[in-house]
């Protein structure tokens, strides 16, 4: 009887722990449109140029683009900020190879100069990292990486640029890396403001986190219906199936 008691009671601790871990996994916040990305169940990339070198820029041409690869595409997002031409403005590797160099200025006009910005990238050991641009210098590690600003969380402090209750607010995208390594996607459903769209990550546990755009943002997610077909953008995230 006792031995039936114990096995019972193991029973409920693996469930309760099943449970525990399954909510885990899941992040609500009805004010954004959220994506988790486990890097050791899904393949994600950088994708800028097609095999013409020419801008991939929509997500229908991305469809396109990842089923030439013979892969589907499951979830994309616009990835950072872009010159006129659609190329990146500032850092993008893409399969190890640099694009597009650092950007290092300091001072600048927009967004992306309001320092410090900072690069989300993947290394070759299939990790993902969010790091301030002062302090990245060695590339030689990284296979994917896109470089956007302003940082919204610095080592687990909401920049400091950023006003509560500003009324400067746009829709926003941005990632961010979860305590246990899994990449965090949110893009704002309304107006948002730096400070308030920065606290979420902090909330979520990510020590760093990277704005990537503003007003232009979209993404293309099947999964929950959401399928913005109607942006033109540089650099873009994909997870591929």
């Given at each position: 009887?006792?031995?039936?008691?114990?096995?019972?009671?193991?029973?409920?601790?693996?469930?309760?722990?099943?449970?525990?871990?399954?909510?885990?996994?899941?992040?609500?916040?009805?004010?954004?449109?959220?994506?988790?990305?486990?890097?050791?169940?899904?393949?994600?990339?950088?994708?800028?140029?097609?095999?013409?070198?020419?801008?991939?820029?929509?997500?229908?041409?991305?469809?396109?683009?990842?089923?030439?690869?013979?892969?589907?595409?499951?979830?994309?997002?616009?990835?950072?900020?872009?010159?006129?031409?659609?190329?990146?403005?500032?850092?993008?590797?893409?399969?190890?190879?640099?694009?597009?160099?650092?950007?290092?200025?300091?001072?600048?006009?927009?967004?992306?100069?309001?320092?410090?910005n900072g690069v989300f990238y993947l290394t070759q050991d299939g990790k993902a990292q969010v790091t301030a641009t002062p302090q990245l210098s060695n590339f030689s590690y990284i296979t994917y990486a896109t470089q956007s600003g302003p940082m919204l969380v610095i080592n687990d402090t909401i920049h400091p640029a950023f006003n509560k209750g500003s009324k400067?607010?746009?829709?926003?995208?941005?990632?961010?890396?979860?305590?246990?390594?899994?990449?965090?996607?949110?893009?704002?459903?309304?107006?948002?403001?730096?400070?308030?769209?920065?606290?979420?990550?902090?909330?979520?546990?990510?020590?760093?986190?990277?704005?990537?755009?503003?007003?232009?943002?979209?993404?293309?997610?099947?999964?929950?219906?959401?399928?913005?077909?109607?942006?033109?953008?540089?650099?873009?995230?994909?997870?591929?199936?």
């Open positions: 009887m006792i031995s039936r008691v114990l096995q019972h009671l193991f029973l409920l601790v693996l469930l309760s722990s099943s449970c525990h871990n399954t909510q885990d996994l899941i992040i609500k916040d009805d004010r954004f449109h959220i994506k988790v990305i486990d890097l050791t169940k899904q393949k994600l990339q950088l994708y800028w140029l097609d095999q013409d070198n020419k801008p991939i820029e929509t997500f229908e041409q991305l469809n396109i683009h990842v089923k030439q690869q013979d892969k589907r595409l499951v979830y994309a997002m616009n990835a950072g900020m872009y010159l006129k031409d659609h190329s990146p403005q500032g850092l993008y590797i893409e399969n190890g190879t640099i694009h597009k160099q650092l950007d290092t200025v300091t001072v600048g006009y927009g967004n992306f100069y309001l320092q410090p400067n607010v746009h829709i926003r995208n941005a990632v961010g890396i979860l305590p246990d390594g899994r990449i965090l996607l949110a893009i704002s459903k309304e107006k948002i403001n730096f400070y308030d769209f920065a606290t979420f990550f902090k909330n979520q546990g990510c020590k760093n986190a990277l704005y990537l755009d503003g007003f232009v943002s979209r993404i293309y997610d099947p999964t929950i219906n959401v399928e913005q077909m109607d942006g033109h953008f540089g650099v873009m995230i994909g997870v591929s199936d």
